[in-house]
């Protein structure tokens, strides 16, 4: 079977077009609690590279919550014809640090 070269365009352009890719974002999730009251704690993800943000009584509903957000809004710029933006700090380190602090007398919290 022979494709002629407007066989060919069609065939390569409905595979573009349903051609998935696979982009890699950055994640972080932190988590809040109310102050001072016994209200539920939440869990805060962002996403720095996109600038979205969303939240989820766990983890992993975080998790769920920004990964849908993110489809979403990648799927919008697509259809818009907008750029996607790429991650490009591939390697991140996330860790803490404590710091000991020594309140003066005059200070006192409430």
Do not use: W
Request: include cysteine; aromatic fraction near 8%; charged fraction near 20%.
């Amino acid at each position: 079977m022979c494709l002629t070269p407007e066989i060919a365009r069609r065939v390569s352009t409905l595979y573009t077009a349903n051609m998935r890719q696979i982009h890699n974002y950055r994640v972080v999730v932190e988590r809040e609690t109310r102050a001072g009251k016994k209200g539920p704690t939440v869990y805060n993800a962002y996403c720095p590279t996109l600038g979205l943000a969303d939240f989820g009584a766990t983890i992993d509903a975080a998790v769920a919550n920004i990964t849908k957000l993110i489809s979403f809004h990648l799927e919008s710029l697509a259809v818009l014809g907008r750029r996607i933006p790429e991650e490009h700090d591939a390697t991140t380190v996330v860790t803490s640090v404590a710091i000991p602090f020594v309140v003066p007398r005059r200070f006192t919290y409430a």
